[in-house]
């Protein structure tokens, strides 16, 4: 298995045999949409210690995904378990703040998550490595899912919590 580059922002178990890596953007719909397939599909396979999740925040260059860079930039990734808690905080809530003007989302930020107003300037450096890893890995879309390296699923609106079941299940089998 290949070393996985950018895993600063991961949950489950190092020792799992299925590596998920997530490319992700917090403004992305289809992102909202993909947690929230994870979060009812995943659980059972993250505490039997058979996945680990990889969580790769992505600056894709749209401008629908500003805002989503905008919160990335922000984040303490020092302290990954409250950035993740924060990451599924805004993707739950999503609807609620993707229309805000920046200035808005900045003191959302600030308020209600305890994130710094300004960007982390340490967090240039990740926000290019994922980039440059996005490019090599050809992922042209947000989310883009790999599991153990192989890319697995571009995300599709029709996706349903028994499709990301059976890329799992399939991908275990694979393994065992």
Not at 42 to 71: F, M, T, W
Request: proline content about 5%; overall charge negative; aromatic content about 8%.
């Amino acid at each position: 298995m290949t070393t996985i580059k950018n895993d600063h922002l991961k949950f489950g178990s190092t020792d799992a045999p299925l590596k998920l890596e997530a490319f992700i953007n917090l403004a992305c719909p289809g992102s909202a949409k993909i947690y929230h397939l994870a979060k009812e599909v995943l659980p059972p396979y993250i505490e039997n210690g058979q996945i680990e999740v990889i969580v790769k925040l992505y600056d894709k260059p749209r401008e629908e995904l500003l805002l989503g860079s905008l919160i990335h930039w922000t984040f303490d990734n020092t302290n990954p378990t409250e950035t993740l808690d924060v990451i599924g905080k805004l993707l739950e809530t999503q609807l609620e703040w993707h229309e805000l003007s920046n200035k808005e989302l900045k003191r959302l930020l600030v308020d209600k998550y305890n994130l710094q107003e300004e960007e982390r300037l340490e967090n240039v450096d990740v926000s290019l490595a994922i980039t440059a890893e996005a490019i090599e890995r050809e992922v042209k879309i947000v989310p883009t899912l790999f599991f153990n390296g192989e890319k697995l699923l571009g995300f599709t609106y029709e996706l349903e919590p028994s499709d990301l079941k059976q890329a799992v299940e399939t991908s275990l089998a694979k393994i065992s």
